[in-house]
């Protein structure tokens, strides 16, 4: 009898303890983050295994328009994004009313100015067509780009966001045809040159080294233009988006990012 006990309590014990050790194990934790697909997307997979071993699930959502991707943040489909720099983000606040901030950077991508029916700046005609971003602080960054090339004048006090309006001269009446970013690309035949998000870039086989001219990764624009990752207000501290920046800004990271892109990626960590 006692040895019919005691083989009961020690077989008792032995599941109070596995329950004990199951129930000690940490609940995995889903993050859902929005991203264009190159090269954020890409970049997110790097880290989806260092975050799998801290039990959060990354799943990556892709979408290829800027502004369903804040929406998404805001209203709470996407617990954080990865796909604007700080300045976009802002601007976006601002005119759309969301509530999005920004909890690190990770890269900057150089703008680059790409050939469509011309084939270099110096071949460019009167009258010719440059493509650049409808948006606001793209279509600026655009512009501080062709001012940086000598085709086109701005006030000395234009900041990041000049407009078409603000250009002060523009000696060889060049015609400034503004696009969805997306868009450009696939317009570059029928457009002399345009000024190209990074992303899309990378998206459309485009390489930086084959740009008629980019702007420098330092100073200002990298400071300006630092690719984020965004959450709403108020969750800038969640433990699942900190984990996520502190993967993103690894060396791991930093690795692929320059073995990947061939310089259309700049890390800025």
């Known amino acids: 009898m006692k040895k019919t006990i005691t083989a009961i309590l020690t077989a008792a014990l032995t599941l109070s303890l596995l329950a004990g050790c199951g129930g000690g194990d940490k609940e995995k934790t889903k993050l859902k983050v929005g991203a264009t697909p190159a090269p954020h997307a890409e970049i997110l997979e790097v880290v989806k295994e260092a975050l799998a071993k801290e039990n959060i699930e990354l799943e990556i959502v892709e979408f290829t ?5 804040n929406t998404a943040v805001e209203e709470g489909e996407l617990d954080a994004n990865y796909f604007q720099h700080i300045t976009y983000m802002n601007a976006c606040n601002a005119e759309n009313g969301t509530h999005l901030a920004s909890v690190g ?24 067509t440059i493509g650049i971003p409808n948006d606001p602080t793209n279509g600026g960054r655009a512009l501080l780009l062709l001012q940086e090339q000598g085709l086109i004048t701005l006030p000395a006090d234009a900041g990041l966001t000049p407009t078409v309006l603000d250009i002060q001269d523009n000696p060889h009446s060049y015609q400034i045809e503004e696009l969805s970013a997306e868009q450009l690309p696939r317009s570059l035949d029928s457009l002399d040159v ?8 990378i998206q459309a086989g485009l390489k930086v080294s084959d740009a008629l001219a980019i702007e420098s990764s330092g100073g200002l624009a990298a400071e300006a233009y630092g690719n984020i990752i965004a959450v709403k207000e108020g969750n800038e501290d969640n433990a699942a988006v900190k984990a996520l920046l ?4 690894s060396e791991e990271v930093k690795t692929f990012i320059e073995n990947t892109y061939d310089g259309a990626v700049v890390s800025v960590f």
Do not use: M, W
Not at 106 to 128: N, Q, V, W
Not at 246 to 249: E, G, I, K, R
């Open 65 to 69: 328009e800027y502004v369903p991707l």
């Open 194 to 201: 345009a000024v190209i998000n990074g992303n899309y870039a």
């Open 105 to 128: 950077v990770i890269h900057y991508e150089p703008f680059g100015i790409y050939a469509g029916k011309t084939a270099s700046l110096a071949e460019l005609k009167d009258r010719a």
């Open 246 to 249: 502190t993967a993103l800004q």
